[in-house]
Nanobody, 118 residues
Framework: QVQLVESGGGLVQPGGSLRLSCGVS????????MAWYRQAPGKERELVAS???????TYQYSVKGRFTISRDNAKNTVYLQMNSLKPEDTAIYYC????????????WGQGTQVTVSS
């Protein structure tokens, strides 16, 4: 069973920064594409950013230039650096191991709350 553990959420003022981390318990982390999703109250879960095993990244339009996804294969960890945060970034953020081609399924973390408010 693959487990994902997120950390780094919290309360931050508009314009502030947070860095989310997600540790993944698998020996093949280096070949697994990873992603961050978020879900705001009353809204559907949406993709925020993704990173391939080779390090290529994609971003939702609303976070481009503000958020950066990265990975450290030696630490089995994926990060989401969030800068210039806005109130509309408030949501529960979920880490996802995109493992359908390897394990037959994706695996999710428990989520971490990010609240942007003055």
């Amino acid at each position: 069973q693959v487990q994902l553990v997120e950390s780094g959420g919290g309360l931050v003022q508009p314009g502030g920064s947070l860095r989310l981390s997600c540790g993944v318990s698998t020996s093949i982390f280096n070949i697994i594409p990873m992603a961050w999703y978020r879900q705001a109250p009353g809204k559907e879960r949406e993709l925020v950013a993704s990173i391939t095993s080779g390090g290529s990244t994609t971003y939702q339009y609303s976070v481009k230039g503000r958020f950066t996804i990265s990975r450290d294969n030696a630490k089995n960890t994926v990060y989401l650096q969030m800068n210039s945060l806005k109130p509309e970034d408030t949501a529960i953020y979920y880490c996802c191991a995109k493992g359908r081609t390897v394990w037959g399924d994706d695996y999710w973390g428990q989520g971490t709350q990010v609240t942007v408010s003055s």
